[in-house]
């Protein structure tokens, strides 16, 4: 019963450096996503996907990248990281054809930005 | 586009005392509704949801909540709380059976002995 894998659980970066962040999903939802939870503000929607080859932007985009190639992984990639986007962040999968619209998540990946 | 407001960022109680963790929406179309919990250092968990149907949901470890259209709010209860229930407790809300959900900014809840 894996569900939602993602890794690294922790990671310390220098500000300028890039990183990518793995979601690995196996239960053959279409739909992923990537949150940030900070502090006091919640869980913010970053990117998401409903399908291979199709992401979209959600609340907070900005400095983060996403590709979709296939139905199982869904990568945030950091370009160059600022002290920002340190934060926990959370992948989270659900079907879309019969689903009832309940989100999977993963365990979280600690990023710290120096 | 919709919002959710959890009007109780921390709520401490004792053991064995009733609790209410409130939450309250904004959406112009049909939503489904749903609480989610984190304990510490983990992943969130889905606690209930409310799609359609009876607007009284019962979840998970006893908790239950009611949906109530004409106030827009989904209030969590659970008439008896336990020490492990102490954790983070997130609201969250999508239109249209849209898969984007909008979470609130969670309330902490610590049950004291």
């Known amino acids: 019963n894996a569900g939602v894998t993602q890794t690294p659980k922790f990671q310390v970066l220098k500000t300028g450096q890039s990183m990518t962040l793995q979601c690995a999903q196996d239960m053959n939802h279409e739909y992923m996503s990537w949150y940030r939870q900070d502090p006091g503000m919640g869980l913010r929607l970053i990117h998401y996907s409903v399908g291979a080859g199709i992401t979209d932007q959600g609340e907070v985009p900005n400095g983060y990248n996403v590709s979709r190639s296939t139905t199982e992984d869904f990568p945030l990639r950091l370009l160059s990281a600022a002290p920002s986007q340190t934060s926990v962040y959370f992948c989270?999968?659900?079907?879309?054809?019969?689903?009832?619209?309940?989100?999977?998540f993963g365990e979280g990946s600690r990023l710290t930005v120096l | 586009a919709q919002s959710v407001t959890q009007l109780d960022s921390q709520v401490p109680v004792f053991e064995e005392a009733p609790v209410e963790l409130r939450c309250n929406y904004s959406?112009?179309?049909?939503?489904?509704l749903f609480w989610y919990v984190q304990y510490p250092n983990q992943g969130l968990q889905l606690l209930l949801k409310y799609l359609s149907g009876s607007t009284l949901v019962k979840g998970i470890n006893g908790f239950e909540a009611e949906f109530n259209k004409s106030q827009t709010s989904f209030h969590l209860r659970k008439p008896s709380v336990h020490i492990s229930d102490t954790a983070e407790y997130f609201c969250?809300?999508?239109?249209?059976?849209?898969?984007?959900?909008?979470f609130g900014k969670g309330t902490k809840l610590t049950v004291n002995p």
């Open positions: 959406s112009s179309v049909s939503v489904y």
């Open positions: 969250a809300v999508s239109e249209g059976g849209s898969e984007k959900l909008v």
């Open positions: 989270a999968s659900t079907a879309v054809l019969g689903g009832t619209g309940e989100l999977f």
